[in-house]
Nanobody
């Protein structure tokens, strides 16, 4: 069983920045596909970003079009953590953000789908005021 605990988040003004972190428990974190999803009130949970370690200091990262150029996902396998750096925040970024993990290396197509992930954090609120 993999446990995921998010931290960070909070309230910021438009144009501000926040950094979310997710700490994971498990034997083989480096093999995990790690993703971030978000859900705003009245809307479906949507993909935000995902990262897969590809060896050494390299990783593959993919982003939703709505956050490209503003958000950066990274991972630290030694600390078993994944981070989402969010810059130039907009009111439409307001949502509960969830950390997700799968113990396998998901394909490019699979890694963007909610149904592929077996483990989820409790979620953390991000609010961007106008």
């Amino acid at each position: 069983q993999v446990r995921l605990v998010e931290s960070g988040g909070g309230l910021v003004q438009t144009g501000g920045s926040l950094r979310l972190s997710c700490a994971a428990s498990g034997r083989t974190f480096s093999r995990y596909t790690m993703g971030w999803f978000r859900q705003a009130p009245g809307k479906e949970r949507e993909f935000v970003a995902v990262i897969i370690w590809t060896g050494g200091t390299t990783s593959d990262a993919d982003y939703a079009d709505s956050v490209k150029g503003r958000f950066t996902i990274s991972r630290d396998n030694a600390k078993s953590t994944v981070t989402l750096q969010m810059n130039s925040l907009k009111p439409e970024d307001t949502a509960v953000y969830y950390c997700a993990a799968d113990e396998s290396t998901l394909s490019y197509y699979q890694r963007r789908k909610l149904s592929e992930y077996d483990y989820w954090g409790q979620g953390i609120q991000v609010t961007v005021s106008s």
